[in-house]
């Protein structure tokens, strides 16, 4: 097998604000798996988050050793090499395994064979709103509106609470709960006693969810928020350290959220997530599935996974749209809906090395 790697740097059409700083450009690889003897290619995207994914490294040395040992081994093994990658890559785990898929599926970016891939079936997707000044923020979801969402998810916790609840009461004024969810993520940005008074004067704007109000690792404070049944708890950052399956079931039945959210590319991957899934569901926890502001090469396979696993409800994967140079793909958001265009093509041009 023949491995190769290459950076792409993604930049932003806007800056993109969240809690934790204003995002302009995005550092990802694409891992490329080609099979010698047929010449079909198989292609993964490691592109950890700046300051959230516990991988958030230059992995340009990484991949260029990674891609070494699978050239020096004659004997390529799937799972032998998956499970050689530290439970600390998990961007590297989700580039491993959709590159492999690929090139197993014929090196059509076909990731998994159901009606998504093949472009029969759409998923729904909320519009994704981000922090910013408040006309910046009321001009987006003005946009998300007229583009025919029916769902909304409001980054919140940098500007004014005051200003982001008036912004939700606007929505709510002109919305009912029937005709507009609203979804809002905190990226751990309140204190325990913060989140208890911001979610009490939410609480009667019909909020869908929160995710992750206050910081990681605080199990009995997330307890207690999810036992006050102010708003539905989401777990996100919660959920990225490495963990065995055990230890994902005792985090899940100790802080029992309404909802966990699962991204491939900050969890190790598909296996990751199945674990994930399995135990949310031994749990009663439902569960959606979000991008990490990948390329559409990641999108596209995480997007194939979310419909293989058959998730209910809005998914977070309307990211593709963020980037003046995302790579030109199939992938195709109208009205509120994800789905592959089999009229449109994948830029072959990005991949040559």
């Known amino acids: 097998?023949?491995?190769?790697?290459?950076?792409?740097?993604?930049?932003?059409?806007?800056?993109?604000?969240?809690?934790?700083?204003?995002?302009?450009?995005?550092?990802?690889?694409?891992?490329?798996?080609?099979?010698?003897?047929?010449?079909?290619?198989?292609?993964?995207?490691?592109?950890?988050?700046?300051?959230?994914?516990?991988?958030?490294?230059?992995?340009?040395?990484?991949?260029?050793?990674f891609c070494k040992s699978i050239e020096a081994n004659k004997d390529f093994n799937f799972e032998a090499i998956l499970g050689s990658i530290p439970v600390?890559?998990?961007?590297?785990?989700?580039?491993?395994?959709?590159?492999?898929?690929?090139?197993k599926n014929g090196g059509t970016k076909t990731i998994f064979r159901n009606d998504f891939s093949s472009g029969k079936e759409k998923i729904s997707i909320?519009?994704?709103?981000?922090?910013?000044?408040?006309?910046?923020?009321?001009?987006?979801?003005?946009?998300?509106?007229?583009?025919?969402?029916?769902?909304?998810?409001?980054?919140?916790?940098a500007i004014d609470f005051e200003e982001e609840l008036k912004l939700l009461k606007m929505i709510r004024s002109e919305f009912s709960k029937d005709q507009m969810i609203i979804r809002v993520d905190a990226n751990e940005a309140f204190t325990p006693k913060e989140a208890f008074e911001k979610l009490s004067r939410m609480k009667d704007l019909d909020i869908h969810s929160i995710e992750q109000p206050i910081k990681r690792n605080q199990w009995v404070k997330m307890n207690e928020l999810v036992a006050s049944d102010l708003i539905p708890i989401a777990l996100d950052e919660e959920l990225i350290q490495p963990r065995t399956f055990e230890e994902k079931n005792e985090l899940l039945r100790s802080m029992q959220p309404q909802y966990i959210i699962l991204k491939p590319t900050l969890l190790g991957g598909f296996n990751s997530c199945d674990e994930w899934i399995k135990a949310a569901e031994e749990n009663?926890?439902?569960?959606?599935?979000?991008?990490?502001?990948?390329?559409?090469?990641?999108?596209?396979?995480?997007?194939?996974?979310?419909?293989?696993?058959?998730?209910?409800?809005?998914?977070?994967?309307?990211?593709?749209?963020?980037?003046?140079?995302?790579?030109?793909?199939?992938?195709?958001?109208?009205?509120?809906?994800?789905?592959?265009?089999?009229?449109?093509?994948?830029?072959?041009?990005?991949f040559d090395h």
């Not at 792409?8 to 694409?30: D, I, M, P, Y």
């Not at 998990?90 to 959709?98: G, H, N, Q, V």
């Not at 981000?130 to 583009?147: H, L, T, V």
């Not at 109208?334 to 994948?346: C, P």
Request: aromatic share 12%; with cysteine.
């Open 284 to 350: 009663n926890i439902s569960w959606w599935i979000t991008s990490a502001l990948e390329s559409n090469i990641g999108l596209n396979a995480i997007c194939q996974y979310t419909y293989e696993k058959g998730a209910t409800g809005h998914q977070g994967l309307g990211t593709g749209q963020l980037y003046h140079n995302n790579i030109d793909s199939p992938l195709t958001i109208e009205r509120g809906h994800i789905f592959i265009d089999q009229t449109k093509a994948w830029d072959a041009s990005v």
């Open 88 to 103: 600390n890559r998990p961007a590297l785990k989700f580039a491993f395994e959709t590159a492999w898929y690929d090139l």
């Open 1 to 65: 097998m023949n491995a190769t790697f290459k950076k792409h740097k993604l930049q932003f059409k806007f800056n993109a604000g969240t809690s934790r700083g204003v995002l302009k450009e995005k550092n990802t690889c694409f891992l490329k798996l080609l099979n010698p003897k047929n010449e079909i290619s198989g292609f993964g995207e490691c592109g950890p988050l700046v300051g959230l994914s516990i991988d958030d490294i230059d992995y340009g040395d990484e991949l260029q050793a």
């Open 126 to 157: 909320n519009g994704l709103v981000w922090m910013g000044k408040p006309d910046f923020m009321k001009q987006q979801i003005r946009a998300k509106i007229e583009e025919g969402y029916n769902c909304i998810k409001i980054k919140i916790g």
